[in-house]
């Protein structure tokens, strides 16, 4: 069994916090928290979001980094070294759908490096000319550029793995988490100042309590699990390297406020766009696509900005994808594979899930109706991340508790104020909430 000592750890707190911040942060808040918020309804889904991020996210990431730090292990190996049984199929499903997320995730990915060299080769005067729309979809039915971009996509992701996760990613993050934020603000500016932003800005500010319904709720509570990275053993996996002197408790409430910020950055990026331009808010999966080159192109130097964002997408986007192949490959090099051989393995057996997702962009190939794509998504999203959130609460609330109580304050050298009311989440509320959820909610 691995020890403290031969396991890579970061190397300090704030690499820790960027690193996991890096892994949340990603095509979830840019890309799917806009469209997604578009489709349920604006102001109140966000409202709605934000509560399930912070009484059952914040729960779960607690839970998820003290039995990674706990085990020192990949997601699989923390539970068979903490409980074994059964358990360690929480573990097995998490690896499940990291293969899953990341085959069609690795396909988006592939858009943001399209849209930064199609920047600087006639992007911005098709954008000033309206026709956004057009060459989004122009793009994404070309299935062999797709894919071309995908495997570039999957080609940086697998090469920063084998590379190991130490150094590289935490340098990175310290810079580029700022940047990226610092051009949010900057967007924004644009954005709201342009004309008819207004309706933007009442449809993603104002609620309308009629709009909540089971659904509305079940996307928001798929889309917390998505974006905190959360209910497939990432935050185990990440936690494994984390040391024992670090607060895990402030550790995971940065991490979801960070996260948090910036899903709600961007749509306010977003939303007074989407009005401004006369794009549908319900547009799915290519409203940052359409909307923003449509913004930057009304902007002095288009180019440097749509040039800068989509970089930085692309940077939000490989801290995301590289945590999720991190999840796969950990599981294999525990097991005594080697970094190379479980990273280069598992890149290339993902891309190939992925070549159906790339593929349903044109029309098909469908699952029960929904594109391959769509329905990768909803899988994993919507159905095995939350239902790995009731697992790993019920373990850490039923079945680890008072381990889970030492190694949250570090064997009792720091005190956590919230820690009965986040055991009673763990317990009851998380578990019930999300079974609850699913149950009325859920909706193919
Ligand atoms: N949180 C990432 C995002 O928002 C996606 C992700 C999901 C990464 C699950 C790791 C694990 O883009």
């Not at 594109?371 to 609330?397: H, K, Q, R």
Request: with cysteine; proline share 3%.
């Amino acid at each position: 069994m691995a020890q403290d000592v031969n396991r890579e750890h970061w190397g300090s707190r704030v690499g820790f916090i960027l690193a996991a911040a890096g892994s949340a942060v990603g095509l979830g808040n840019i890309w799917r928290f806009p469209y997604i918020t578009g489709q349920n309804g604006g102001a109140a889904f966000v409202l709605v979001y934000l509560a399930l991020v912070f009484i059952i996210g914040f729960s779960v990431m607690l839970a998820e980094m003290s039995i990674g730090r706990k085990a020192q292990l990949n997601a699989v190996g923390s539970f068979q070294k903490l409980r074994g049984g059964m358990w360690p199929l929480i573990g097995w499903m998490g690896v499940a759908a990291g293969f899953i997320i990341l085959s069609f995730y690795a396909v988006i990915g592939g858009w943001t490096i399209k849209y930064f060299i199609h920047t600087f080769t006639g992007l911005m005067a098709d954008a000033a000319g309206g026709k956004a729309g057009d060459v989004f979809v122009g793009f994404i039915t070309d299935t062999v550029q797709v894919v071309i971009y995908q495997a570039a996509f999957m080609l940086v992701t697998t090469w920063v793995v084998f590379r190991g996760i130490g150094e590289g990613i935490e340098r990175y993050c310290k810079i580029l988490m700022p940047a990226l934020f610092i051009i949010l603000l900057v967007l924004i500016g644009r954005s709201v100042t342009l004309e008819g932003a207004e309706k933007g800005l009442e449809f993603y500010l104002r609620p309308d309590f009629s709009k909540i319904t089971g659904g509305t709720i079940a996307a928001a509570l798929g889309q917390a699990f998505f974006s905190l990275s959360l209910g497939m053993g990432c935050m185990i996996t990440y936690g494994s390297y984390v040391d024992r002197k670090t607060a895990l408790p402030s550790a995971a409430i940065q991490v979801c406020f960070l996260d948090t910020m910036v899903a709600v950055l961007a749509g306010l990026a977003i939303f007074p766009a989407v009005f401004a331009f006369g794009v549908d808010a319900g547009a799915g999966p290519g409203l940052t696509f359409v909307t923003l080159p449509s913004v930057f192109a009304q902007m002095p130097g288009a180019m440097t900005w749509s040039g800068l964002f989509f970089a930085l997408l692309f940077i939000a986007a490989l801290t995301s994808a590289i945590s999720l192949l991190e999840v796969v490959s950990a599981y294999f090099i525990d097991k005594g594979w080697s970094r190379a051989q479980a990273a280069w393995i598992m890149g290339i057996l993902i891309f190939a899930l992925g070549i159906p997702s790339a593929m349903s962009l044109a029309g098909a190939p469908k699952v029960a109706g929904k594109d391959f794509l769509d329905a990768m998504d909803f899988i994993s999203s919507n159905v095995l991340l939350p239902l790995g959130g009731v697992f790993i609460s019920l373990f850490v609330g039923w079945f680890w508790t008072s381990e889970a109580k030492q190694e949250v304050t570090n064997d009792g050298s720091l005190s956590f104020g919230f820690m009965g009311l986040w055991i009673w989440i763990c317990r009851i509320v998380a578990p019930a909430a999300i079974l609850y959820i699913f149950y009325t909610g859920l909706k193919w």
